[in-house]
């Protein structure tokens, strides 16, 4: 498409062009919200925030970017597992993970704030409803989208215990 300006043209572009605005505000309310935190015994964080998960973390780059993306596919991937036996609602808050860079750090936190229920590479804690993390040595996320999905059981509007446990007696392996 040939632009004019004061009868001559000057540009020529491409329609799809006309539509670059609006690509670029969609990704932009795609993408994570980001600030600076501090955690005390752990030092400078990010809180990042996605559609479904707040996610606090000291892990840069890269692998915050893993985390973050394979959080939200892991909620995908959940709901559309579920959702064809069962009516799931958009839970009412994010979902709140740590992610942690060393398990010393995660170690110390939990010592720190008193929790007692530990894994050194991860968990998810049913009474503070909250996923506390650490980068795998392996550079596995693993663990990671596993206590995420222990915390959508938990947490997701419209599950139940008995649910949950009918379908892992039709998953278990024999």
Not at 35 to 63: A, D, M, W, Y
Not at 138 to 150: A, D, P
């Amino acid at each position: 498409m040939d632009m004019k300006v004061n009868g001559k043209t000057t540009v020529k572009s491409a329609p799809w062009l006309l539509l670059l605005p609006l690509v670029l505000l969609l990704a932009a309310a795609a993408a994570p919200d980001e600030k600076s935190v501090s955690i005390p015994g752990v030092g400078p964080c990010v809180e990042v925030r996605t559609q479904h998960f707040l996610i606090t973390t000291n892990v840069g780059g890269e692998e915050r970017q893993k985390v973050t993306e394979g959080a939200e596919r892991t909620y995908r991937f959940f709901v559309e597992m579920i959702s064809p036996h069962k009516k799931l609602e958009e839970p009412p808050q994010l979902y709140r993970m740590f992610f942690f860079d060393t398990r010393k750090q995660l170690a110390d936190y939990c010592q720190l704030n008193k929790i007692t229920l530990y894994s050194p590479m991860g968990f998810y804690h049913p009474g503070k409803k909250i996923g506390y993390f650490t980068r795998s040595p392996f550079g596995l996320l693993s663990i990671v989208y596993h206590e995420i999905v222990h915390q959508m059981e938990y947490n997701m509007p419209g599950m139940t215990i008995e649910f949950i446990k009918k379908r892992r007696e039709a998953c278990t392996w024999t």
